[in-house]
């Protein structure tokens, strides 16, 4: 399938993400630069808000309905104003400058372009999957939330546990993909790579966009690389692509970026605007929620890198209080203190999940030097990049400028260091288990702070290399003119190689790995091109009603993503099996029509049995308890009839129960 063919679900999944929440900010008064930052988040929150309404009240998921549910929630928007009656203050008294406009809208064409060709390189054709683990689920829950018309985060769950009334997963990515598929009638694999390259090649570059515009103002340079390295680290969005995958995570820490920048806001903390309080409680507010609903990791990073803000605002308020009331009227600060710590230890500590499966691979000093190089996991250090960051803390820490900003890159590196070299214990769980304890998820996390440093560190050396050289040239008997252009025209060229070694090196070679992981060539893969290719015409066989017995470990469960129809088993478990699939994983192939699996069978309309052999995407011993489902011998398989085949590849009726 041609990319062409793939560009009307892009359009739509960027439409669907950016227009709704757009809409909302526009309505509330923000302006142009700051609108298009929140766009995203609202949008998220939004589509998280209305999918769990709709699912209570009864009603399907669609584009119309999330359409109607998203213009309520703009009619309330406007009535805020209308409440507030005070139109003027809904301005925000920001100030959009042309330099501002410029530096961001060049940001995010380079940065959006060079993800987005990344990401075509690692898809290679628009219609691949990840052949990974958790991809498994994904692609299953799209279909379910197609099925069900149910995309609500309380409720996705139910797929692998059917009769709990809240079954928790987190579902907005899921719904946006269906909403895609919907929209555009193109297959699930082709929507879902069409809404990952929207989140990450446009949502990632906005968001770090209206973060640095908080923090920077409107610092053209500061913008323009902002923008082009949001592109540059393979951690996040490319690493959480190619890891899992981690669908849920990248919508949730995409905007991540855009909430921080409002608690920046709230806090008064760089240069960001001024917004009305109401306004401002509202945002954040719906940003907390649209973090939540995308996928809670989202929403415990922003507590944990809101926190060098917050006790930095904290301290000068204490100071500000003592110095004009004296000592004995800190009370107030202390005891708000008292009660922020408080409420936020009983936050953090009803997050955490002792899930420790991930364990630490490498010990402290490594640990510490992979994060303060960008190259976690031990990857190719981004020469680039590092180079700036270090110039950025550099000058920071010279200036005394923004010691919240170092501090929210020290919380991101202390969250990685722990993860990857803390042993198992208290400690670990503490720091950590709101993340599964999982390393990969904390990696992902360190481009966000790196890349603001990086950038202002490139800003601030390109205009020093610039002010450098114009004044080492008045001293020869050169024109002013030509002196101001020869200095401004090396620093063009300092920067100009800074942003192609920015997308070069750990970049292409993430970019290697996850293609491998994204065609039918590695090994060992969820389907094979022969699989695959069944697959897609099982709906010419299998009745709507009927349920296929499957092997998940083999891709079997897949069945339900590409055709609709039901199967035994949505996603891979080391868990037992349940009585009932215990007996026809082992007994199915030779039943007899008086049998318990047959009688099985019959309840669950089990009539076919898909047949994808021994290769499993994971040999665990799980894999290996379906014998009536994988390899079968069709001389002893008397229960069976061949229906349809590909390759090795081969779908079977079940003959002797019905």
């Known amino acids: 399938m041609p990319w062409w063919d793939a560009l009307p679900s892009v359009f739509v999944a960027a439409a669907l993400v950016l227009l709704p929440g757009g809409i909302f900010a526009a309505c509330l008064g923000f302006k142009i630069d700051i609108a298009t930052g929140l766009a995203p988040a609202f949008s998220v929150a939004m589509s998280g808000v209305a999918a769990v309404i709709l699912s209570i009240m009864g009603v399907g998921w669609s584009p119309t309905t999330f359409g109607l549910t998203a213009i309520v929630m703009i009619i309330l928007a406007l009535l805020l104003r209308v409440v507030l009656r005070q139109p003027t203050q809904l301005r925000h008294q920001v100030q959009i400058s042309r330099r501002s406009l410029l530096g961001g809208t060049l940001g995010l064409v380079l940065g959006s372009v060079a993800s987005a060709y990344n990401l075509v390189r690692i898809f290679d054709n628009p219609d691949n999957i990840a052949q990974r683990y958790d991809n498994v689920f994904h692609l299953n829950a799209v279909r379910y939330v197609l099925e069900q018309g149910d995309a609500s985060t309380l409720t996705l769950g139910r797929m ?6 809240v079954a928790l997963y987190p579902a907005v990515w899921h719904g946006f993909a269906a909403l895609v598929v919907q929209a555009t009638g193109q297959d699930i694999p082709v929507s879902v790579n069409s809404l990952n390259i929207v989140l990450a ?48 995570n990248i919508v949730s820490y995409a905007i991540l970026p855009a909430a921080l920048a409002l608690v920046l806001a709230a806090v008064k903390a760089g240069s960001a605007p001024r917004f009305h309080p109401a306004v401002l409680a509202l945002a954040l507010l719906a940003t907390a929620a649209g973090l939540l609903l995308a996928q809670p990791n989202g929403f415990v990073a922003l507590m944990a890198l809101s926190l060098p803000a917050v006790i930095w605002r904290w301290w000068c308020w204490l100071k500000r209080i003592g110095k004009e009331r004296g000592p004995k009227s800190t009370w107030l600060p202390l005891l708000a203190a008292a009660a922020f710590a408080v409420v936020f230890g009983w936050i953090w500590e009803s997050v955490l999940i002792s899930y420790d499966t991930w364990l630490p691979f490498t010990r402290y000093a490594s640990a510490i030097g992979q994060a303060l190089t960008s190259a976690p996991h031990e ?78 560190g490139a800003a601030c050396l390109t205009r020093m290399i610039a002010e450098r050289t114009a004044s080492l040239g008045r001293l020869a008997p050169v024109k002013e003119n030509w002196i101001s252009a020869l200095a401004w025209g090396l620093a063009a060229a300092v920067a100009v190689v800074i942003a192609v070694l920015s997308q070069r090196g750990p970049i292409d070679q993430m970019v290697l790995e996850s293609r491998f992981n994204h065609t039918y060539e590695g090994n060992p893969t969820i389907l094979s091109p022969d699989e695959l290719q069944l697959l897609e015409r099982l709906d010419r066989h299998v009745p709507e009603q009927a349920e296929i017995a499957v092997n998940p470990w083999n891709g079997g469960s897949l069945a339900f993503a590409f055709s609709g129809r039901e199967v035994t088993q949505y996603h891979m478990s080391s868990e037992e099996l349940g009585p009932e ?78």
């Open 160 to 165: 692998l546990q059917p009769d709990a009334a």
């Open 201 to 248: 090649s446009l949502v990632w570059p906005l968001s770090l966009l209206l973060l640095a515009r908080t923090i920077f103002g409107s610092r053209f340079l500061a913008l323009v690389f902002t923008g082009l390295f949001s592109a540059g680290l393979p951690s996040f969005p490319l690493g959480l692509i190619d890891f899992g995958p981690l669908y849920p």
């Open 379 to 456: 990857r190719e250090i981004p020469v680039a990049i590092a180079f700036c960051t270090a110039i950025g803390l550099a000058i920071l820490v010279r200036r005394g400028r923004w010691p919240w900003l170092i501090g929210i890159y020290g919380v991101s590196v202390l969250l990685y260091v722990v993860a990857a070299a803390q042993p198992r214990g208290a400690v670990r769980i503490v720091f950590t288990g709101a993340w599964y304890q999982d390393p990969q998820r904390l990696a992902a996390l360190l481009p966000l702070p790196t890349i603001i440093i990086a950038a202002y």
């Open 581 to 658: 699939l215990e007996v026809l994983a082992n007994n199915l192939s030779t039943a007899s029509t008086d049998s318990k699996a047959c009688e099985i069978a019959r309840d669950d309309n089990v009539q076919y049995v898909l047949d994808f052999g021994e290769r499993y995407l994971l040999d665990r011993e799980a894999a290996h308890k379906y014998p009536a489902f994988d390899g079968v011998d069709k001389q002893k398989a008397t229960n069976y009839q061949l229906v349809d085949q590909e390759g090795s590849a081969k779908l079977y009726a079940i003959t002797n129960c019905f």
